[in-house]
C-alpha cells in the first residue's frame, strides 16, 4: 500500500478517519454525560466500571485483531469493529440498569478495539515511518476533535433530553463509515495462513481480568490483605507464567515474545502504560470535579473541558509535524510528559471556589503535554520492528496503554472512594446529632451521596422534603459534600502527576533509533544493526 499514489491514499486516510470519528464520537460525548447517567441508574461505586470494562474488551480485541490483520489484512475488521461497536451503542441506549450500561459498554470495547488497532496499523501501510508523524499526529486530531464535540453534545442531551440519546446521536454515523470504508479501502491478500493462537488469546484474558479485578475492588469491597484480593493476584501471576509458557511454543503467538527483546518497543510501552493511567484519570474525573464540586451544570462541563481537547488536537498536529519535518521525536515526547504532569499537579490544587476559568487554564495545560506525548509512542514502536509484525506491535501499544488507563482508574478509584469516606466522616461528624432522628433523618442521610450532586433537580427535591428550620442549613450540607468530593479527586490529580513523571524520567532511558524512509523490510543485518545499537548503550 505505500506506493499506491498520492491521492488514493488521501482517500483511504479519510474512509479511516470517518471510522475513527464514529468511535471517537460516541466514547467521548459519554464522559460529560456519565455523572448525571449515573445519578439515575444509581451505583455510583460502579462508576470507574463503566470505563474499566469498555478499556478491558478493547485492550484482548485490539492485540488479538492485531496479529489477524498481519494475516488477512486491515479492511476486515475495520468492517466487523464498525458493526460490533454500533451495536454496543444502540443496547447503551436501552439500558435499564447499571449492569446492564456495564455489559453493553463492554461490547463497545469489542468493536473498538477492532476499530483503533487497524486503522493506527493502517497509516504504518501507506506511509513510511518518517512521514508517519503527521498523519499520527493528524488521526489523534480525530480523537481530539470528536472530545470537542462529544463531552458538549453529551452535556446539552442530558440538561435537554433524555440521557439514551448520548448513545444513539450518532449511530447514522456509522453506517456512512462502514459504507466509505467498505468502498474506498482496498481488499489485501492473506499473507499467510496460520493457526490462530486462541489459547494464548483466552490466557493472556485471564491475566488481565483478575488484575483489573483486583484493582477494582482492593481497598474498597475487600482488604488489600483480604484471600480474595490475594486469590486475585495470586491468579493473575500464574496466568501470567502459563501465556509465557504458551507462547513460548505458540506456532503463531498472539504477542510474540521476541519483540520484548527489543529495547525500543519494552520502554516504549512501559511509557504508554503510564501515559495511559495519567491520560484517563484526568478524562474519567475531570468532569466529575466540575459538575459534582463547582457545581457546573452538565452542557458547561462540556465547555470547560473543550479547550483541553482543543490544546490537545493544536498540539497534536503541530507535533506530529515537527518530528516529520525533523526526524527527531525524543524532545516531543519528552516535553510532552513534562507539560502533562505540570497540569496535573495544578488541577491537584482545585477546591470548591475554584473558577470555570482556572479550571479551564489548567486542562488546557494537560491537554497540551497529551497532545505532544501520546503519538509518539505508536510511532516509535512502529519504527523499531520488522514490518511484518506492524499489525501486533502497535496492537501492543494499545494494548499496554489501555491496561495502564484500566488499571490508573482503578488504582484512581479506589483511592477516590477511600478518600471520600474517611473526609465525609469527618465533615459529618460535628454535625451528625442535627439530623439524626425525627423529621429530616432520611432527607439527610440521601444528601450525602455525592452522586446527588450532579444532578440540581434532585437536590431542589431533598431541599423542598426539608422541615424549614433545617432548609436554612441546607447549603451548609452541600456544601460540606462538595469539598469532601473535592478532597478525593484532588487526591487522585496528585497521583497523576507523579505517575507521568515517572513515564517522563524512563523517557530520558528510550534511545532514539533514526526514523525509516520506507516500509520495505531492509536486509536482516541492516534491519539489527540500528537497533542492536541502541540496546548496547
Not at 441506549?93 to 449492569?99: A, K, R, V
Not at 519504527?383 to 499496554?400: D, I, K, M, P, R
Amino acid at each position: 500500500m505505500e506506493h499506491l499514489e498520492h491521492r488514493k491514499k488521501i482517500l483511504i486516510m479519510a474512509a479511516i478517519m470517518s471510522a475513527m470519528l464514529f468511535a471517537a464520537l460516541n466514547q467521548t460525548i459519554v464522559g460529560t454525560a456519565l455523572p448525571r447517567i449515573i445519578s439515575e441508574l444509581g451505583g455510583i461505586e460502579y462508576y470507574s466500571w463503566v470505563f474499566t470494562i469498555f478499556m478491558l474488551t478493547s485492550s484482548v480485541t485490539a492485540i488479538l485483531v492485531g496479529k489477524l490483520s498481519d494475516m488477512y489484512g486491515r479492511k476486515i475488521f475495520i468492517l466487523i469493529g464498525i458493526g460490533v461497536f454500533t451495536l454496543g451503542s444502540l443496547l447503551n441506549g436501552l439500558s435499564e440498569s447499571i449492569f446492564q450500561l456495564i455489559a453493553f459498554r463492554g461490547i463497545q470495547g469489542f468493536g473498538a478495539g477492532m476499530i483503533m488497532s487497524t486503522s493506527f496499523t493502517a497509516v504504518g501501510d501507506l506511509f513510511s515511518p518518517r512521514e508517519r508523524g503527521k498523519w499520527q499526529g493528524l488521526m489523534s486530531s480525530v480523537f481530539g476533535l470528536a472530545s470537542v464535540f462529544g463531552p458538549t453534545l453529551g452535556g446539552w442531551i442530558v440538561d435537554n433530553a433524555e440521557w439514551h440519546w448520548v448513545f444513539w446521536v450518532f449511530l447514522p454515523f456509522g453506517v456512512v463509515a462502514f459504507a466509505m470504508i467498505w468502498k474506498l479501502f482496498p481488499s489485501q491478500a492473506v499473507v499467510e495462513k496460520k493457526k490462530v493462537d486462541y489459547l494464548g488469546s483466552v490466557m493472556l484474558s485471564l491475566t488481565i481480568i483478575p488484575l483489573l479485578l483486583a484493582f477494582t475492588w482492593g481497598g474498597n469491597d475487600y482488604e488489600w490483605l483480604s484471600f480474595q484480593i490475594i486469590g486475585l493476584f495470586t491468579g493473575t501471576v500464574v496466568a501470567l507464567l502459563l501465556f509465557i509458557t504458551i507462547e513460548r511454543k505458540a506456532e503463531n503467538p498472539v504477542l510474540p515474545l521476541q519483540l520484548f527483546k527489543n529495547q525500543v518497543f519494552t520502554l516504549s510501552n512501559i511509557i504508554g502504560f503510564i501515559l495511559g493511567a495519567g491520560m484517563f484519570g484526568a478524562i474519567m474525573y475531570m468532569p466529575f470535579f466540575i459538575q459534582g464540586v463547582i457545581g457546573t451544570s452538565a452542557t458547561k462541563s462540556g465547555l470547560v473541558m473543550m479547550p483541553m481537547t482543543l490544546s490537545m488536537v493544536i498540539a497534536s498536529a503541530l507535533g506530529g509535524q515537527l518530528i516529520t519535518k525533523t526526524g527527531k521525536y525524543k524532545v516531543i515526547a519528552l516535553s510532552g510528559l513534562l507539560i502533562m504532569a505540570s497540569g496535573m499537579f495544578l488541577l491537584s490544587f482545585m477546591s470548591p471556589e475554584t473558577t470555570n476559568m482556572t479550571a479551564v487554564l489548567n486542562i488546557i495545560i494537560v491537554g497540551t503535554g497529551l497532545g505532544l506525548s501520546f503519538p509518539v509512542f505508536t510511532l516509535t514502536v512502529q519504527n523499531a520492528v520488522n514490518h511484518q509484525y506492524l499489525g501486533v506491535s502497535t496492537a501492543a501499544t494499545q494494548l499496554f496503554r489501555q491496561i495502564g488507563g484500566t488499571v490508573g482508574v482503578g488504582i484512581m478509584g479506589t483511592i477516590m472512594n477511600h478518600s471520600l469516606s474517611t473526609k465525609m466522616k469527618e465533615e459529618f461528624a460535628s454535625i451528625e446529632g442535627l439530623g439524626s432522628s425525627g423529621q429530616g433523618a432520611s432527607q439527610l442521610k440521601e444528601l450525602q451521596s455525592p452522586q446527588n450532586l450532579m444532578d440540581p433537580a434532585k437536590l431542589e427535591e431533598i431541599k423542598n422534603s426539608l422541615p424549614p428550620e433545617m432548609q436554612e442549613m441546607f447549603g451548609q450540607f452541600v456544601l460540606l459534600i462538595r469539598e469532601s468530593l473535592s478532597y478525593s479527586l484532588t487526591n487522585v490529580f496528585l497521583i497523576g502527576a507523579f505517575i507521568l513523571i515517572t513515564g517522563f524520567v524512563l523517557t530520558f532511558f528510550m534511545r532514539e533509533i533514526p526514523l525509516r524512509t520506507s516500509n520495505q523490510d531492509e536486509s536482516k543485518e541492516a534491519r539489527q544493526k540500528p537497533i542492536q545499537k541502541a540496546e548496547a548503550k
